[in-house]
T-cell receptor, first 114, second 108 residues
Framework: DAGVIQSPRHEVTEMGQEVTLRCKPI?????LFWYRQTMMRGLELLIY????????DSGMPEDRFSAKMPNASFSTLKIQPSEPRDSAVYFC????????????FGQGTRLTVV | KNEVEQSPQNLTAQEGEFITINCSYS?????LHWLQQHPGGGIVSLFM???GKKKHGRLIATINIQEKHSSLHITASHPRDSAVYIC??????????FGKGTHLIIQP
């Protein structure tokens, strides 16, 4: 398996624009997680899915953020409208069963909002 | 809310030294992860443990559930071990809560 695949690797956008980050988890993994990493706050959980169903989105900072998992092999994280404070590295991770098994991380998407 | 504290925040050592990174947390957990983040930014899972000790190559991770403490050890450290090491804990079935990380530099 190629591992967790995220796209794009880098995104630069203007404030107010819509941004969509994409993630393909490892085949067979039932759980998918979106994390955000900033210098100030470190790594934070945004939302996670189990069997394509959102379980906990309490980490999503605002209504501007939304995430979907339409099927077991694809998830998106959308920010609309984007703001400069959304600039961060966004990681997607997947695991067999929530986080009670080893987690596999994607390479991350570095988002810069100018 | 679970607080995860790592120490030291920064560590510089000479090649060959034995390295210990510590992680303490405030509430009971179901699992603890040690992650490694390279300068390029990618994150790799090193260990997931809920009790006892695990070993992989030169890396050893231990956890003491009663004391709410875990350690990551690196034996015979090498410059390629230079990275940020992150401790993360799982409470129940929630997602992970992360420590701030330990920046490790191994000098040749």
């Amino acid at each position: 398996d190629a591992g967790v695949i995220q796209s794009p690797r880098h995104e630069v956008t203007e404030m107010g624009q819509e941004v969509t980050l994409r993630c393909k988890p490892i085949s067979g993994h039932n759980s998918l997680f979106w994390y955000r990493q900033t210098m100030m706050r470190g790594l934070e959980l945004l939302i996670y899915f189990n069997n394509n169903v959102p379980i906990d989105d309490s980490g999503m900072p605002e209504d501007r953020f939304s995430a979907k998992m339409p099927n077991a092999s694809f998830s998106t994280l959308k920010i609309q409208p984007s703001e400069p404070r959304d600039s961060a590295v966004y990681f997607c991770a997947s695991s067999l069963v929530l986080m009670n098994t080893e987690a596999f991380f994607g390479q991350g998407t570095r988002l810069t909002v100018v | 809310k679970n607080e995860v504290e790592q120490s030291p925040q920064n560590l510089t050592a000479q090649e060959g030294e034995f390295i210990t990174i510590n992680c303490s947390y405030s509430v009971g957990i179901s699992a603890l992860h040690w992650l490694q983040q390279h300068p390029g930014g990618g994150i790799v899972s090193l260990f997931m443990l809920s009790s006892g000790k695990k070993k992989h190559g030169r890396l050893i991770a231990t956890i003491n559930i009663q004391e709410k403490h875990s350690s990551l050890h690196i034996t015979a450290s090498h410059p390629r071990d230079s990275a940020v090491y992150i401790c993360a804990v799982l409470v129940g079935a929630d997602g992970l809560t992360f420590g701030k990380g330990t920046h490790l530099i191994i000098q040749p």
